[in-house]
């Protein structure tokens, strides 16, 4: 399976703005990478312009050491050259095929010889569970089933790349959530290299070994979707990721020695960077807390329920505080009567301090509530 990589790749269309700019990546031997992002960010695109779909206007793309793209070189390997499988969003079946057939007629036009064919069709069946369907019609199977038979189809030629543009879309929440699973376990058996488009986070979060998360053609940050969550780059990032998202609260900050006190329209607080960072005396600055690092307890700040969604596993509350409103998680199967005073404080060393001006994070640290 080849290393993809990606060497200032920009696209940019006839009319309008960049839709990718001054891409760099390096999608690794097996690994499952999601391109993340709001619609309209360049996603589809890049993966097009890796599948040979679409023609970069600058940059490079490499296959391993194989360049398959290059504006400088004049190289633009076609499609069918980079061995690469494509699932596409809408994976329309042949009706009047039967799965079996769905499956082995790419391969009978590769002049795949034919015990070939069959047994290769037999195993990815297995693969995709989807053996006992083989004689029948698409129309004669559930949303799922045939979405793992356009799976099978796509996977049959053992491309060594699969690239997915959001192949679940058109799937019910139960069904989404079956076939996410599924693709893991592909992704397990199949050591194939996997680059998947979503725009939905917790997608991206659960299927991923890396995440890359893109704004208007330009990567925000790529890495593991853990990371991604935990040490956002920029308030961006922090608030793609994460449902309910991260609390954004704006605060002026005092140097103290390692420390900086940091004021808030309705508290202040103490906040010690888990790494030394260099900042001014003073500096505008926005905190970022994840919703479970608001921790309901006997003693802390007094807040105010402003609404609470127990979930069975957990509530999600929204709290306010003076004039600041936080949401906040609590575990277990508990509920909160609207309008009751609360409490709450800071725990752990995962809140996130950002520059104002610029949204880059500066440090991750611990806060102490002063008043
Ligand atoms: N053929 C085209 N001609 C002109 N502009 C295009 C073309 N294809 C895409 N674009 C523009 O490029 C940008 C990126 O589009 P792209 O389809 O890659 O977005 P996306 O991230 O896949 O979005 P979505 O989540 O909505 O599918 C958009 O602004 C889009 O309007
Ligand atoms: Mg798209």
């Not at 779909?53 to 398959?68: A, M, R």
């Not at 053609?217 to 890495?223: F, I």
């Not at 922090?238 to 005092?254: I, L, Q, R, T, Y």
Request: net charge negative.
């Amino acid at each position: 399976m080849p290393t993809i990589r990606l060497v200032n790749i920009t696209k940019q269309f006839a009319k309008g703005s960049k839709a990718v700019d001054n891409l760099n990546m390096v999608i690794k031997d097996g690994e499952f990478v999601s391109l993340l992002g709001p619609s309209g960010c360049g996603k589809t695109t890049t993966l097009r312009m890796i599948a040979g779909l679409e023609t970069p206007t600058e940059g490079e793309i490499y296959f391993d050491d194989v360049c398959v793209f290059s504006d400088e070189k004049g190289i633009n390997l076609s499609p069918d050259k980079r061995n690469i499988g494509f699932l596409f969003q809408n994976y329309a079946l042949w009706p009047h095929m039967t799965v079996r057939k769905n499956i082995s007629f790419g391969l009978e036009n590769m002049k795949w010889p034919k015990e070939k064919i069959e047994a290769r069709v037999d195993e990815i069946c297995k693969t995709m569970r989807i053996e006992e369907y083989k004689d029948r019609y698409p129309a004669e199977l559930s949303g799922g089933q045939q979405q793992r038979v356009a799976i099978a189809r796509t996977l049959a030629p053992e491309p060594k790349v699969l690239l997915m543009d959001e192949p679940l879309s058109n799937l019910d929440a139960k069904l989404r959530n079956d076939m996410r699973a599924e693709l893991k376990r592909l992704h397990l058996n199949t050591g194939s290299t996997f680059v998947y488009v979503t725009h939905d986070q917790s997608e991206a979060m659960t299927l991923s070994t890396k995440v890359a998360l893109i704004k208007l053609g330009l990567l925000q940050q790529y890495c593991p979707p853990l990371e991604l969550y935990g040490e956002p780059a920029n308030v961006f990032c922090a608030d793609f990721m994460g449902n309910p998202s991260m609390n954004f609260v704006e605060c002026h900050g005092k140097k103290e020695g390692k420390k900086i006190d940091l004021t808030t329209q309705s508290f202040e607080c103490k906040f010690t960077p888990n790494d030394e960072i260099d900042v001014p005396e003073e500096g505008e600055y926005v905190l970022g807390i994840r919703p479970e690092f608001v921790n309901i307890s006997d003693e802390g700040l007094e807040a105010r329920v402003i609404s609470s969604l127990p979930s069975g596993m957990e509530t999600t509350l929204s709290l306010a505080v003076d004039d600041i409103t936080l949401s906040a998680v609590a575990f277990g199967s508990v509920d909160f009567a609207m309008d009751s005073t609360v409490k709450f404080n800071f725990s752990g060393n995962r809140y996130v301090l950002f520059d104002k001006a610029t949204g880059e994070k500066l440090s991750l640290g611990s806060l102490e509530i002063i008043k």
